[in-house]
C-alpha cells in the first residue's frame, strides 16, 4: 500500500498571514510539520502542496518536495486532492494540518492503519476530551461514533446532549470525543469528494467532514492519546514552545 503525505500550506492566511514560515525555535512550521511527517514508518513520500512560491522556495532550500496548486481552492481537502493527482501510484493520501509543527509520527501511523480495513475509505482521528472547559468549548469541535468507531457526527455543540443531568455533571456521565483535524482518503474517494457541493450541515457548523457524511460517505476514527496542538494566531506560537521545549 503506497501512502503519501500532503501537507497543503497557504500564505495568505487571513488570521496569520505567512504563517507556514513562521521561525519555531530556528526551523519554520512547514520544515517540522515536514520532518515529523517523514518520520512516518507508514509514509513513502512526503510534500508539500502550496500556491506560493515563497513557500515552494523555502521547501525547496530544507530540500523538501512540494506540488504548486491552484490559488483558488476553498479548502485543504481541495489542495490535497490536486497535488494528490501528480503521484498516479499513491494508494492512500493523508491530509496533513500545516499549522501543527509537532504532530506525532504515530498519529500519522495510527491514521494509516484504519485502511488494513478494505471496506474503509475516509479515516481521522479523534481524542477524549479531558475536561469540562474543553467540553463546552466551541472551538474544538466533538465527535459522537458507533461501537466500531464510525463516525456519526461532528458538531462545534456538545454532543451528545445528556438530557436529566446537570450540565456540570455531563463529563462524569459520558466519554466525550473531540476530533483531531488529519485525514486520510483512498485515491479514487478523495477525488469524489471535491466533486460534492457544500452541504447544509456543513454550512451550519463550518465543518467540511458534514459534508461527506451527508452525502452518505463513512468516516473511520481511531483514537489517539497525543493531544493536538494546532498554531492559529500569532498567539499561539510561544504557548507550542513552551509545551514541547523539550522536544526542540
Known amino acids: 500500500m503506497n501512502t503519501i503525505a500532503i501537507i497543503p500550506a497557504r500564505y495568505a492566511s487571513t488570521r496569520f498571514p505567512g504563517k507556514p514560515l513562521i521561525d519555531i525555535a530556528g526551523k519554520s512550521m512547514i520544515q517540522r510539520v515536514y520532518e515529523r ?3 512516518a514508518k507508514s509514509i513513502q513520500t512526503v510534500v508539500v502542496a502550496t500556491d506560493d512560491r515563497r513557500i515552494a522556495d523555502h521547501v525547496q532550500s530544507f530540500e523538501g518536495q512540494f506540488i504548486m496548486t491552484s490559488e483558488s481552492h476553498s479548502s485543504g481537502t481541495d489542495r490535497c486532492a490536486e497535488a494528490a493527482s501528480h503521484f498516479l501510484d499513491a ?7 500545516g499549522d501543527e509543527p509537532f504532530i506525532k509520527p504515530e498519529q500519522i501511523d495510527l491514521l494509516t492503519s484504519c485502511f488494513q480495513n478494505d471496506s474503509v475509505s475516509i479515516a481521522t482521528l479523534v481524542k477524549k476530551v479531558e475536561d469540562a472547559e474543553e467540553l463546552f468549548n466551541a472551538n474544538i469541535p466533538k465527535v459522537t461514533v458507533t461501537k466500531d468507531m464510525k463516525a456519526l457526527y461532528f458538531s462545534r455543540s456538545t454532543i451528545p446532549y445528556l438530557r436529566g443531568a ?3 455533571l455531563w463529563f462524569d456521565k459520558h466519554v466525550y ?4 483535524g488529519i485525514y486520510g482518503f483512498r485515491r479514487d474517494i478523495l477525488k469524489k469528494l471535491t466533486t460534492l457541493p457544500i452541504s447544509p450541515l456543513e454550512k451550519a457548523e463550518s465543518l467540511e467532514q458534514l459534508r461527506w457524511l451527508e452525502h ?4 473511520q476514527t481511531a483514537e489517539t492519546q497525543f493531544q493536538s496542538h494546532g498554531i492559529d ?4 506560537v510561544e504557548k507550542v514552545i513552551r509545551l514541547f521545549r523539550d522536544s526542540l
Not at 470525543?177 to 483531531?180: G, N, R, S
Open 37 to 39: 511527517a517523514s518520520q
Open 91 to 97: 494508494d492512500i493520501i493523508v491530509n496533513i494540518q
Open 166 to 168: 446537570e450540565q456540570s
Open 177 to 180: 470525543f473531540k476530533h483531531i
Open 216 to 219: 452518505g460517505y463513512q468516516i
Open 233 to 236: 494566531v500569532p498567539e499561539d
